[in-house]
C-alpha cells in the first residue's frame, strides 16, 4: 500500500509540475520558478552484505508575488516523498512525507523576515561544526540536504559591515517534516547572533535559549553562547568555540556544561588544476553521549584532500579519526575517497570508504553511489 501511494503522489506532483510550467509561460513575469530535485542513494557494506537504497524527491516552486515600501516579497515551497529501505534484504522499509520548506520573506537592503518552516544555519566550521544548531547537512551528501524548523528568523543590517540576527522556532529541528507539529511557548527555542565583518576577517557571536529536551540529538534545556571567527590572508583560518549551560542535565552527568573548541585551516596548492587541503581538529569536554548518556570528552581530527581532474570530475580523499573518553568506546579511524561527475543537470558522485573501530579487527569497507538531479 505505501508503494502506491508514494508512485501516486510523485505522479500528482509530475502533473502539477505541468501546470505550473504552462503557468511559468504566461506569467513569467512573476519570476515564477519550478525545480525538482531527485536523490538517490545506494550504498553497500562490501563486509557484511548489507545494503540501503534512499530516495528523495523535492518539488520547489518558488515565486516573488509582489512589493510593499521597498520591499519584495517572495513565497517558498518545497514537498518531500521520501522512501527508505534500510536493509534490502528485510522488510525494514520506511515511507516519509511532508512539507520540505514552506515560508513567506519579506526583503530589501535593510532587513530580511522569514515566517514558516525554514533553513536556518550559520558558523565556519565545514565538517567538525559547534555552531551548527539548526544544520543537519551532511559535508558529504551532494544533495546538502538539511531538515528546516518552523518558526520567524529577522535579519536587520545597520551597515555593510554588520548584521544583527534573532529567531523564535516553535518545533524542533530534528523531528519530521511534520510542518505543524507544535510546541508550548515555554518548550520553543529562542536566540540572537551578531555578525561583524573587519576587512579580512569575519567574526559571529550567537546565543540561544533552548525550551525543549530531545536527549536523542544532546539538546537539552538550557542556554549556549558561541563566537566563531574566520580570516582569510595567505591561507585561510577559522575557529569555533561554545559553552553550553543545561538546567536539568541527565542524572549520569556530572556537570551541569560543556565546552567545545574546533579549528580548521585550508589552502590550495598550485599543483596541476590546484589542490585543495583541508583540516579541522576540534575537542570537547563535560559531553553528554547521545548513545550511552554518559559524560564524556571527545576529540576529533579530519583531512581533506580535493583535486579538480576536469571541469567536470573532482577526486577527494578524506580521512577522519574520532576518540571518545566513554568507557567500551575505541577510537573510530575512516578513510574515504570521492570521484565526482558534474554535470548542467545532474551529479554522480562514487564513493569508497574503510572504517576501523580496532585496529586488530577487520575494516569495515563500503561503497556508497549517490545521484542528484534537477530537472
Not at 510593499?68 to 517558498?76: G, T
Not at 534500510?86 to 515560508?103: C, I
Not at 554588520?162 to 529541528?173: D, E, K
Amino acid at each position: 500500500m505505501k508503494h502506491k501511494t508514494f508512485f501516486f503522489c510523485m505522479l500528482a506532483l509530475l502533473v502539477l509540475h505541468c501546470n505550473l510550467c504552462y503557468s511559468v509561460g504566461i506569467l513569467n513575469h512573476m519570476n515564477e520558478k519550478v525545480v525538482h530535485k531527485v536523490h538517490l542513494m545506494y550504498l553497500n557494506n562490501l563486509n557484511n552484505d548489507d545494503n540501503a537504497l534512499y530516495t528523495k524527491y523535492l518539488p520547489e516552486y518558488s515565486n516573488t508575488i509582489g512589493d510593499i515600501s521597498n520591499a519584495s516579497i517572495s513565497i517558498l515551497c518545497s514537498y518531500e516523498l521520501g522512501y527508505d529501505i534500510v536493509n534490502m534484504d528485510s522488510e525494514d522499509k520506511d515511507f516519509d512525507h511532508g512539507f520540505h520548506r514552506l515560508s513567506m520573506r519579506v526583503s530589501n537592503n535593510k532587513f530580511e523576515f522569514v515566517l514558516g518552516k525554514q533553513k536556518i544555519n550559520f558558523g565556519e566550521a565545514q565538517i567538525l561544526r559547534i555552531v551548527d544548531w539548526y544544520d543537519t547537512v551532511n559535508y558529504f551528501d551532494v544533495s546538502a540536504y538539511t531538515k528546516g524548523t518552523t518558526g520567524a528568523l529577522l535579519k536587520v543590517y545597520p551597515d555593510m559591515e554588520s548584521a544583527l540576527w534573532s529567531w523564535y522556532n516553535i518545533t524542533n529541528t530534528y523531528e519530521s517534516n511534520r510542518l505543524f507539529k507544535l510546541h508550548d511557548a515555554d518548550e520553543a527555542d529562542f536566540g540572537l547572533r551578531y555578525e561583524r565583518d573587519f576587512s579580512r576577517i569575519s567574526s559571529g557571536l550567537s546565543f540561544e535559549n533552548i525550551g525543549r529536551e530531545n536527549a536523542e540529538n544532546k539538546r537539552y534545556k538550557g542556554r549556549r553562547i558561541a563566537l566563531d571567527v574566520k580570516a582569510d590572508a595567505y591561507l585561510g583560518f577559522w575557529t569555533e568555540m561554545q559553552q553550553y549551560f543545561v538546567d536539568e542535565p541527565p542524572v549520569s552527568a556530572k556537570e551541569d556544561m560543556e565546552s567545545s573548541l574546533m579549528t580548521g585551516a585550508d589552502y590550495t596548492f598550485s599543483v596541476g588544476n590546484g589542490l585543495y587541503t583541508m583540516a579541522e581538529y576540534r575537542i570537547s569536554s563535560g559531553l553528554y553521549d547521545k548513545f550511552s548518556g554518559m559524560e564524556s570528552d571527545t576529540e576529533d581530527i579530519c583531512l581533506i584532500l580535493d583535486y579538480p581532474v576536469s571541469i567536470m570530475y573532482s577526486d577527494m580523499f578524506y580521512v577522519n579519526y574520532h576518540n571518545s573518553s566513554v568507557e567500551d568506546f575505541m577510537p573510530e579511524f575512516t578513510i574515504m575517497n570521492s570521484l565526482k561527475y558534474t554535470a548542467d543537470l545532474y551529479i554522480l558522485n562514487l564513493q569508497t570508504f574503510l572504517s576501523y573501530y580496532e585496529f586488530d579487527e577487520k575494516p569495515e569497507l563500503g561503497i556508497q553511489i549517490s545521484f542528484l538531479a534537477d530537472f
